[in-house]
């Protein structure tokens, strides 16, 4: 384990008060350790976004009933077979269905894939959730 650096921050009184209402809200038991949290995840991302491999989930949510739509998903996922690993597809309604996409590649690759997905005509929500791979 590293050794622990104390250090001060200044920040205005309105955007404090917002984030002890947010870490208060999450659990944490510090500020220190919400700001660790921060600080871990924000360079997390950055490091995935220049270049460095990465795990991601691509979460769905589309009208189950739109024409073609279903084919079109599949087709755009095995143009990137190297990128999924593994889907679940999960019945919301008689409407609407959830499909949760496992990924690993450059962020590049996968914000592309995402993209893809998102776009199609009937998608009603998507987001892209990345994470380091290790």
Do not use: W
């Not at 999450?26 to 990465?54: C, H, M, N, Q």
């Not at 691509?58 to 599949?74: A, G, N, T």
Request: with cysteine.
């Amino acid at each position: 384990m590293s050794k622990i650096k104390r250090f001060g921050v200044s920040i205005s009184e309105d955007l404090l008060k917002e984030f002890d209402a947010f870490i208060n809200k999450k659990g944490y038991p510090t500020r220190s350790k919400a700001i660790e949290d921060v600080f871990r995840e924000t360079l997390k991302r950055e490091s995935i976004r220049t270049g460095k491999k990465g795990t991601g989930a691509i979460i769905l949510v589309y009208d189950h009933h739109k024409r073609e739509l279903v084919s079109k998903l599949i087709d755009i996922q095995h143009n990137f077979h190297n990128l999924v690993i593994c889907n679940q597809h999960i019945h919301l309604d008689h409407y609407n269905c959830m499909e949760i996409i496992v990924i690993k590649g450059t962020y590049k690759q996968m914000k592309e894939l995402a993209d893809k997905l998102q776009s199609a005509k009937g998608v009603k929500h998507g987001s892209l959730n990345i994470a380091e791979a290790h």
